[in-house]
């Protein structure tokens, strides 16, 4: 991995790590709307890499591999923000969706079926399908979450902010605890996909195998899912959030 010259081999290391960062640009796809091109992730990836490489000083073993993948995902990221890949119309469609997933489960006691929804939104079930599958990028938590303008782009949200920060607030206890307990009651057919993409790391492709749907219809579940869970978590977000300022206000 290393030059004559004791220097890293640029071309050597990216031939090695090129799979990670098509490993990566395939998992985010599944969250991502169909505009966005596989090889322009990779491509923004492959930026990421370079850079991971130039920056890392201690070997290129699995601590590397560690650190590069916080940097391609970041890099693939970055280069999403510089495009609206969900427009205020669908997070608007999204966010009437959750407010139906939580009217129905509160008079019913039991997650709605699609129809139901479908219903309750004056759709028909295809017409509710097909916002499912526009919404591909729709996200569990996103930074107007945390206190910001509903009528935020998304492209405007920063990532900086300790106290709006994703991964911090989904750390808290009470959270997780209510995240566990949310997944637990989704149906099982949307139970089953998430187990296959976050736990066993497949993609939409091979998930619509084990489950004997298309890649379509796995999108639509998972976008769902997504919907179903942001409905019960988004409340408990903004209480983490609110009680972290004013713990940082009062110290």
């Known amino acids: 991995m290393y030059t004559a010259a004791g220097q890293p081999d640029r071309n050597e290391l990216v031939q090695r790590f090129v799979p990670l960062v098509k490993r990566i640009a395939y998992h985010l796809m599944a969250r991502l709307p169909a505009n966005v091109q596989f090889d322009d992730l990779v491509q923004n990836g492959m930026l990421g890499l370079l850079d991971a490489i130039d920056r890392f000083e201690e070997g290129f073993g699995a601590q590397f591999e560690t650190y590069a993948t916080q940097r391609v995902r970041g890099a693939m990221l970055d280069g999403l923000r510089a495009n609206d890949w969900l427009p205020r119309n669908m997070r608007r469609e999204l966010r009437r969706i959750e407010q139906a997933i939580n009217q129905l489960e509160h008079a019913h006691g039991r997650a709605p079926s699609e129809q139901e929804l479908a219903d309750a939104l004056g759709m028909t079930l295809t017409d509710y399908q097909k916002v499912l599958q526009d919404a591909r990028g729709h996200q569990l938590v996103y930074y107007e979450d945390f206190g910001g303008d509903d009528d ?63 890649e379509s219809r796995v999108c639509q579940l998972h976008s769902q899912a997504i919907a179903r869970l942001r409905g019960q978590l988004v409340g408990d977000v903004q209480v983490a959030v609110s009680k972290r300022r004013k713990e940082k206000t009062l110290g």
């Open 152 to 214: 935020e782009d998304f492209l405007s949200r920063h990532f900086t902010d300790s106290e709006g920060d994703p991964a911090g607030i989904l750390e808290d206890k009470d959270i997780r605890e209510n995240l566990v307990r949310a997944i637990s009651r989704l149906p099982e057919r949307e139970k089953l996909m998430m187990a296959l993409y976050y736990e066993q790391d497949l993609n939409l492709r091979e998930i619509g195998e084990v489950m004997g749907v298309t």
